[in-house]
């Protein structure tokens, strides 16, 4: 297993999961976050810690911050802004990155970076792979895009290794639309749902720490159970698990009325997203291999 010290910048959901299981194979973790109550959070489970806000151009950090991130592996998990097509956080961190090499003469080693299968946009419901276009339809799926594009261009200019999970929803037991379902708030019918896609977070928690920690091959990868299904069949499943009311159900027309604008963009995308590749290049095997297996308490 590579030895180094392992940056996680925007230590959330995931990133608290990734820094946990490097940290009990005895990796050094270094986490930024940057809010007090995500630093608090962090803290509170034993993580080495520091505020890093990515919305200040031109970021000063101490020099010690610099030198960790020299020949170090980094796992970028910063949400892009909530606006515009432009990722102006992946912009500022690219700058704070090449004034670290400027500083200390080394490049890092490799970076992880989670991206999302909603660039891929509308498939009709088509399986597809890594090599389709990219088709991004609303603007957040752009600015995953656009960061992904900054990245790639960055690694290939200082010869940096870049691994790329495009990821669809996360889910686990701890993550469940429960407030969603238990309002009573409607799904749309079976016969009007397209295709969604996910992944357990721990399942995603181990295929980030096997790209940080092992020589697996630079590139984009489809990082899902690859084992689709309807949102429709989500909630319903969910609910029958969690023992809730199953939520009415309604037509795509009548959702187009009645549910929210960020709802809808989603069900307005239907692709069935293969992970071939994934499994072809990684040797971490699917703790949750399908939602079934994920719902089990």
């Known amino acids: 297993m590579h030895k180094s010290t392992f940056?996680?910048?925007g230590c959330g959901y995931i990133g608290k999961r990734i820094a946990q299981r490097l940290q009990s194979l005895g990796q050094t973790?270094?986490?930024?976050?940057?809010?007090?109550?995500?630093?608090n959070d962090c803290a509170a489970l034993g993580l080495d810690v520091q505020r890093f806000?990515?919305?200040?151009?031109?970021?000063?950090?101490?020099?010690?911050?610099?030198?960790?991130?020299?020949?170090?592996?980094?796992?970028?998990?910063?949400a892009p802004p909530r606006n515009g097509r432009v990722d102006t956080r992946m912009s500022n961190f690219i700058d704070y990155l090449q004034a670290?090499?400027?500083?200390?003469?080394?490049?890092?080693?490799?970076?992880?970076?989670?991206s999302t299968t909603?660039?891929?946009?509308?498939?009709?419901?088509?399986?597809?792979?890594?090599?389709?276009?990219?088709n991004p339809q609303a603007d957040r799926a752009w600015?995953?895009?656009?960061?992904?594009?900054?990245?790639?261009?960055?690694?290939?200019?200082?010869?940096?290794?870049c691994i790329i999970f495009r990821v669809p929803g996360i889910y686990a037991m701890d993550k469940l639309p429960l407030q969603r379902i238990s309002s009573g708030e409607p799904i749309v019918r079976a016969e009007d749902s397209g295709y969604t896609n996910r992944i357990h977070?721990?399942?995603?928690?181990?295929?980030?720490?096997?790209?940080?920690?092992?020589?697996?091959?630079?590139?984009?990868?489809?990082?899902?159970?690859?084992?689709?299904?309807?949102?429709n069949d989500y909630f319903l499943r969910v609910a029958e698990v969690m023992d809730l009311p199953a939520?009415?159900?309604?037509?795509?027309?009548?959702?187009?009325?009645?549910?929210?604008?960020?709802?809808?963009?989603y069900l307005a995308e239907s692709k069935r997203i293969s992970n071939e590749k994934l499994r072809r290049h990684f040797k971490t095997e699917f703790k949750y291999p399908d939602l079934k297996a994920g719902l089990k308490k």
């Open 53 to 78: 806000n990515l919305d200040t151009p031109g970021l000063e950090l101490a020099e010690n911050t610099k030198q960790n991130f020299s020949n170090s592996v980094l796992m970028y998990l910063v």
């Open 118 to 134: 909603g660039i891929y946009g509308d498939c009709a419901g088509e399986w597809i792979d890594e090599s389709r276009p990219p």
């Open 201 to 231: 977070a721990d399942d995603l928690a181990a295929f980030c720490v096997e790209a940080m920690t092992e020589p697996v091959a630079a590139g984009v990868y489809n990082c899902c159970d690859g084992n689709p299904s309807t949102m």
């Open 7 to 9: 940056n996680i910048i």
């Open 247 to 265: 939520p009415p159900q309604i037509s795509l027309q009548q959702a187009q009325a009645e549910l929210s604008p960020g709802m809808l963009s």
């Open 29 to 39: 973790v270094k986490c930024y976050v940057a809010t007090q109550a995500s630093q």
């Open 100 to 114: 670290c090499e400027k500083s200390s003469g080394q490049s890092v080693q490799k970076i992880v970076l989670i």
């Open 143 to 161: 600015r995953r895009l656009d960061a992904e594009t900054q990245l790639q261009g960055y690694c290939a200019q200082h010869g940096v290794d």
